[in-house]
């Protein structure tokens, strides 16, 4: 059992006189956990924890819930719309039909998880499990629980100023790593891990059937235990609270620091000239976005890209920016623009996303140096225009060799998992 692990790391301190004695067994269990949390400095009040038992059929509304914590609602919407134009075949038809596939691949594993909506901690068919790993689990969800506890909430820890997915999706691998690391260190009684335990911290990923709900986030947890390395507990508590600039940083140690993403532009929608006589139409902006690295690559996955190859693909990459148009006619528009740090890079990412030739709308893709455009609409005609446009005004940013050093000194090493 947890209580009895000792270690200077993590010394079981004694119930403070304050808290009472627990009456069930998930109770017990949150109290056994949070004494071996409250060293690392994420103890958490477990008066203010409502306890449910739940049957695993009965989870289902929550783990849709847990899936988006931190999103936009348009978020999923663009990543499904993403997939449907980068496969031939697309699985899901619509985001409802991912969502409950990613859920569905979720629902045998889940032990148990903290509701944020209704601050309540969520037990599993509790007395069915493993004592160990149920505990294991529980530490995890205590610090979402240490963080919603805190001023602001999930909520502020996970606010990104512009709502850009990269900026979430830091911050959500930044959480969950912390998590991670309350998982081991319950598991294996301090964070001074051997070679395989190390290799715990990023776990091949088990599903691919939403771009943004594998949990925990490995790169999140790899780099806070550098920072714990370093400088212990309040190192990743500094980490959490300050999060680096992009996804690509976060994966790749040796960036940290030193690439930082740049603001990728795009041209607005061509006017037409007066009586035109072919007119392109008019256009709104319904969306625009920053997908990131690890979203780039992630999709690539999904696609059914060997992994080398979606690797690859997705190192080297500078900044994007994709926009979702409403056209006049009625068909959404999608403009993908990526600026990557050296011309290969831009190849290997612009051969992975080409079209696979079955595509239900027109899809092209053209590189222009170290930017690559995307274009997707129902029609080769306004997909040629519009690539007319975008390839008039590329702006491409000044390249930065120290970027395309670190890059490729990435690539040399190669996977590694």
């Given at each position: 059992?947890?209580?009895?692990?000792?270690?200077?790391?993590?010394?079981?301190?004694?119930?403070?006189?304050?808290?009472?004695?627990?009456?069930?067994?998930?109770?017990?269990?949150?109290?056994?956990?949070?004494?071996?949390?409250?060293?690392?400095?994420?103890?958490?009040?477990a008066?203010?924890?409502?306890?449910?038992?739940?049957?695993?059929?009965?989870?289902?509304?929550?783990?849709g819930?847990?899936?988006?914590?931190?999103?936009?609602?348009?978020?999923?919407?663009?990543?499904?719309?993403?997939?449907?134009?980068?496969?031939?075949?697309?699985?899901?038809?619509?985001?409802?039909?991912?969502?409950e596939?990613?859920?569905?691949?979720?629902?045998?594993?889940?032990?148990?998880?903290?509701?944020?909506?209704?601050?309540?901690?969520?037990?599993?068919?509790a007395?069915?499990?493993?004592?160990?790993?149920?505990?294991?689990?529980?530490?995890?969800?205590?610090?979402?629980?240490?963080?919603?506890?805190?001023?602001?909430?999930?909520?502020?820890?996970?606010?990104?100023?512009?709502?850009?997915?990269?900026?979430?999706?830091?911050?959500?691998?930044?959480?969950?790593?912390?998590?991670?690391?309350?998982?081991?260190?319950?598991?294996?009684?301090?964070?001074?891990?051997?070679?395989?335990?190390?290799?715990?911290?990023?776990?091949?990923?088990?599903?691919?059937?939403?771009?943004?709900?594998?949990?925990?986030?490995?790169?999140?947890?790899?780099?806070?235990?550098?920072?714990?390395?370093?400088?212990?507990?309040?190192?990743?508590?500094?980490?959490?609270?300050?999060?680096?600039?992009?996804?690509?940083?976060?994966?790749?140690?040796?960036?940290?620091?030193?690439?930082?993403?740049?603001?990728?532009?795009?041209?607005?929608?061509p006017?037409?000239?007066?009586?035109?006589?072919?007119?392109?139409?008019?256009?709104?902006?319904?969306?625009?976005?920053?997908?990131?690295?690890?979203?780039?690559?992630?999709?690539?996955?999904?696609?059914?890209?060997?992994?080398?190859?979606?690797?690859?693909?997705?190192?080297?990459?500078?900044g994007?920016?994709?926009?979702?148009?409403?056209?006049?006619?009625?068909?959404?528009?999608?403009?993908?623009?990526?600026?990557?740090?050296r011309?290969?890079?831009?190849?290997?990412?612009?051969?992975?996303?080409?079209?696979?030739?079955?595509?239900?709308?027109?899809?092209?893709?053209?590189?222009?140096?170290?930017?690559?455009?995307?274009?997707?609409?129902?029609?080769?005609?306004?997909?040629?225009?519009?690539?007319?446009?975008?390839?008039?005004?590329?702006?491409?940013?000044?390249?930065?060799?120290?970027d395309?050093?670190?890059?490729?000194?990435?690539?040399?090493?190669?996977?590694?998992?």
């Amino acid at each position: 059992m947890v209580g009895a692990m000792v270690g200077a790391e993590c010394s079981t301190p004694s119930t403070p006189p304050d808290e009472p004695d627990a009456d069930t067994y998930e109770e017990r269990a949150i109290q056994e956990v949070n004494r071996t949390l409250r060293p690392t400095g994420t103890g958490v009040d477990a008066s203010q924890i409502a306890v449910e038992a739940k049957r695993r059929e009965d989870t289902v509304p929550d783990l849709g819930t847990q899936l988006e914590l931190g999103l936009r609602p348009e978020h999923m919407e663009v990543l499904l719309q993403l997939r449907t134009i980068l496969e031939a075949t697309p699985p899901f038809r619509s985001v409802d039909s991912l969502r409950e596939q990613a859920v569905a691949a979720r629902l045998p594993d889940v032990r148990v998880y903290y509701a944020a909506n209704r601050r309540a901690m969520v037990f599993v068919d509790a007395q069915q499990q493993d004592a160990a790993s149920l505990e294991q689990a529980l530490a995890g969800q205590l610090v979402h629980v240490f963080y919603d506890q805190a001023p602001g909430g999930l909520s502020e820890l996970l606010y990104e100023p512009q709502g850009l997915l990269d900026g979430i999706r830091v911050r959500k691998c930044l959480l969950e790593g912390h998590a991670r690391l309350a998982e081991l260190l319950v598991r294996h009684g301090s964070l001074g891990l051997d070679d395989a335990a190390r290799a715990e911290l990023d776990p091949a990923p088990q599903h691919l059937h939403a771009t943004l709900t594998e949990t925990p986030c490995g790169a999140g947890a790899v780099h806070l235990y550098a920072r714990h390395r370093q400088g212990g507990w309040p190192a990743v508590l500094k980490a959490v609270r300050t999060p680096l600039p992009s996804t690509e940083q976060l994966m790749h140690p040796s960036k940290v620091d030193q690439d930082f993403p740049v603001n990728v532009a795009l041209p607005g929608w061509p006017q037409d000239e007066f009586e035109a006589p072919d007119p392109i139409g008019k256009a709104t902006l319904v969306y625009e976005d920053v997908l990131g690295e690890q979203t780039i690559h992630r999709m690539l996955l999904e696609r059914g890209t060997e992994p080398e190859v979606a690797f690859l693909a997705a190192v080297g990459w500078d900044g994007d920016r994709v926009r979702i148009y409403q056209h006049e006619s009625g068909q959404r528009v999608v403009l993908w623009r990526s600026v990557w740090d050296r011309e290969l890079d831009a190849e290997q990412f612009a051969a992975a996303i080409a079209p696979k030739g079955i595509e239900p709308r027109a899809f092209r893709v053209e590189r222009h140096g170290r930017v690559v455009d995307a274009v997707s609409t129902d029609g080769p005609e306004l997909a040629n225009r519009l690539h007319a446009t975008l390839s008039a005004v590329t702006n491409e940013p000044a390249a930065q060799p120290s970027d395309a050093t670190s890059t490729a000194a990435i690539e040399a090493r190669g996977l590694v998992r």
